[in-house]
């Protein structure tokens, strides 16, 4: 895919300033003119001032909003010129389970837990760099919702259609999303395969634990993360005829809560880490840190049978150009020369 022809197109923004300065300027220029006529005619000022040069004012206004504008030009990062690269791809793919069982209906993690689930594989997308992945939703029930794939517009778009009306069937069965997971990866040998499971825990099957280990044996290494309050929990909304509730049971309201025991047990059958979803530093949160700390540190990379069209970096002309404009503007004078003729007198 040909690149953009700037790196940076959002600082187009920038430009907003030059023309700001450019009002600014014809405001000035406008103030100087109405004062100047307020203090004599035309014909007086060209006596009273005669070196006086609107020229070279405007000419120096001017080089400098250029100038300005080519350096929003080079920091917008202009490239043209097209060569060609290897293209290396790395060898991982992942897979994300993601639960999408009512329980995910909770708001006790700052938003829903699904969409705090959702979110948080979003931000993942842009860190991944050519890998592929792919999406397992489940609920009493697991369905390959997206094979593994590196379009990451068409995952983000088959992400945003998943709820809790993609389950066929209610509860939570985490052994046969992981056994869906696994059966999902194509490639073997040195080629690294993940799984990561988010969820709230609860689990109405049996045997999540034995199939994250059966997975680890075939190198699949099993990450969980959960989403929810391990405290108190939360309520479970839901709707009856636009009205908003809370599922009951027995008479009363039903509260869900994140069951990290469980969450561990399976992670370290896996070969891999429990996290709770949270924000671990600064904008990170517990998905990108994985990725970060234990996914990508063990990925490889293979080249690929074709070469990708790249462009130049140009951003140094507009910036020397910018550098060339300042320099003239300081070398123009505001006044010009006045050449006084000696006066001679008449002859004896």
Same mark, same amino acid.
């Given at each position: ?6 790196? #940076? ?8 300033? %030059? ?31 005669? &070196? ?10 001017? $080089? ?6 080519? !350096? !929003? $030009? ?19 793919? %992942? ?23 959702? &979110? ?36 983000? $778009? ?20 992981? /056994? ?10 040195? #080629?690294?395969? !993940?799984?990561?499971?988010? *969820?709230?825990?609860? &689990?109405?099957?049996?045997?999540? !634990? ?5 997975? #680890? ?44 025991? *469980? ?14 979803? /949270? ?58 020369? %006045? %050449? ?9």
């Amino acid at each position: 895919m040909l690149e953009l022809p700037f790196s #940076h197109f959002n600082r187009m923004g920038w430009l907003l300033l %030059v023309f700001a300065c450019a009002g600014v300027a014809v405001y000035g220029f406008a103030r100087k003119a109405s004062a100047l006529r307020a203090f004599a005619d035309a014909g007086l000022l060209a006596s009273l001032v005669p &070196d006086l040069s609107r020229a070279r004012q405007y000419t120096k206004a001017i $080089l400098t909003l250029i100038a300005m504008a080519c !350096v !929003v $030009l080079a920091a917008m990062g202009p490239r043209w010129g097209t060569y060609f690269e290897d293209v290396f791809r790395p060898q991982l793919d %992942v897979v994300i389970c993601l639960d999408v069982s009512r329980s995910m209906l909770a708001e006790d993690a700052g938003m829903s837990r699904l969409e705090r689930a959702k &979110d948080d594989i979003k931000r993942l997308l842009p860190r991944l760099s050519g890998a592929s992945i792919g999406l397992v939703a489940f609920a009493g029930r697991a369905e390959l919702v997206c094979p593994l794939t590196d379009d990451y517009e068409f995952y983000k $778009l088959t992400l945003d259609d998943v709820g809790i009306h993609s389950a066929r069937l209610g509860g939570t069965n985490l052994a046969e999303a992981l /056994r869906t997971a696994a059966k999902s990866f194509e490639r073997t040998g040195p #080629h690294q395969r !993940v799984v990561v499971v988010m *969820t709230d825990g609860e &689990d109405h099957g049996a045997g999540a !634990v034995e199939a994250a280990a059966d997975a #680890h044996k075939t190198g699949v290494d099993v990450y969980t993360i959960g989403i929810g309050d391990s405290g108190r929990g939360g309520l479970i909304p839901t709707e009856n005829n636009g009205r908003r509730g809370y599922m009951m049971h027995d008479g009363q309201q039903l509260w869900s809560k994140l069951d990290e025991a *469980t969450l561990r047990q399976i992670a370290s059958a896996g070969g891999g880490v429990y996290e709770p979803s /949270r924000l671990v530093s600064g904008t990170e949160r517990t998905l990108e840190w994985l990725y970060a700390n234990r996914i990508a540190p063990a990925q490889t990379m293979e080249a690929q049978d074709k070469k990708a069209p790249r462009k130049w970096p140009r951003y140094h002309w507009p910036a020397g150009a910018a550098l060339i404009l300042l320099a003239l503007e300081c070398l123009i004078g505001e006044r010009r020369k %006045v %050449v006084t003729r000696p006066q001679t007198g008449a002859p004896l």
